[in-house]
């Protein structure tokens, strides 16, 4: 049985990440890399018109060719997303051998990770995976929690922040201030329903939990 996998939120902000590949879905990678602030550099020898003008706009540095193994050189994290699985795979043996994250897309045996489905909802994220299972079931399940969790979910989230960060501010570490932390994370979200398992009923407040000091 192979070992689970350990979820995880990467900071990428200012780390050097490359994308082999600008097609559709390596399109979509790299506007995810954009996103969390990585310094992206893609090898292609195409790329589409809205690549082509992200480039030209500087959001990432385009090198108009195939790829080759110097690529890899200062890189921490690589995308693997050509149509042509020989250079995928020899895109992941090299990133091995030099110890670089890789992720072959559509090949799981060629990757040291997955890209969760994910619902974004502000500063509120739920990645879902299925270790390469079933991606369709990811997606489905991403859906179904994008009904819950709407749009408004993300100021939710940012008006918790700035309360907790007030109850730190007030309170000396202490059985109450964990109570005042534990409370405000159960308080009440119009329009979001959460359903107990058990019995189908909706759970309107907290069994146990801990807000965990650090």
């Not at 994308?19 to 996103?35: D, Q």
């Not at 030209?56 to 890189?75: I, N, T």
């Not at 994250?101 to 974004?120: G, M």
């Not at 299972?133 to 990811?138: F, G, I, M, T, Y």
Request: charged share 30%; glycine share 8%.
């Amino acid at each position: 049985m192979p070992a689970s996998l350990l979820p995880m939120f990467l900071k990428l902000e200012g780390r050097s990440c490359l994308v082999v590949g600008a097609g559709p879905i390596a399109a979509s990678k790299i506007s995810s890399l954009i996103e969390s602030g990585a310094r992206v550099t893609v090898v292609a020898p195409w790329a589409s018109d809205e690549l082509r003008r992200l480039a030209d706009e500087g959001k990432f540095r385009w090198l108009a060719r195939a790829y080759e193994d110097r690529d890899l050189d200062g890189v921490f994290l690589v995308i693997a997303a050509t149509s042509d699985g020989t250079v995928n795979r020899a895109v992941f043996l090299e990133s091995q051998r030099l110890g670089i994250l890789c992720n072959a897309v559509d090949d799981p045996p060629h990757c040291d990770f997955y890209f969760p489905a994910v619902v974004r909802r502000g500063d509120l994220q739920i990645a879902i995976s299925t270790a390469g299972q079933s991606p369709a079931l990811a997606q489905r399940l991403r859906r179904e929690l994008e009904e819950v969790f709407d749009e408004s979910a993300g100021d939710w989230v940012s008006d918790l922040g700035r309360r907790r960060r007030e109850i730190l501010a007030t309170y000396a570490a202490s059985e109450e201030r964990k109570q005042w932390l534990v409370e405000l994370a159960y308080s009440e979200r119009p329009g979001l329903k959460r359903a107990d398992a058990r019995s189908g009923e909706v759970e309107t407040g907290p069994v146990e939990a801990r807000e965990v000091e650090s």
